[in-house]
């Protein structure tokens, strides 16, 4: 068999953490580096404030998610 649901099952939740990791890590360089000077802040504090929400939320979404019997 070409596919195996186990094995994208369980990459798919890695993926899921490592994207929430993600949004959390670029709304905190946003948020605290000096990258990008000529955005204003009010703008980069937005979306670094954006970004670590949603972050949160599927971070949150994914720990609280349970998990599917295989019947």
């Known amino acids: ?13 890695f993926f899921g953490y490592m994207m929430a990791v993600i949004y959390i890590g670029i709304g905190c ?6 990258l990008f000077p000529a ?3 009010n703008l980069k ?3 670094a ?5 949603y972050g949160s ?3 949150v979404k994914m720990i609280t998610k349970k998990p ?3 019947e």
């Open 39 to 41: 955005i204003p802040w």
């Open 1 to 13: 068999m070409l596919f195996n649901r186990g094995w994208f099952s369980s990459f798919m939740v």
């Open 29 to 34: 360089v946003l948020l605290i580096t000096k």
């Open 45 to 47: 504090f937005t979306f």
């Open 68 to 70: 599917e019997s295989n």
């Open 49 to 53: 404030l954006f970004f670590i929400a």
């Open 57 to 59: 939320f599927r971070l």
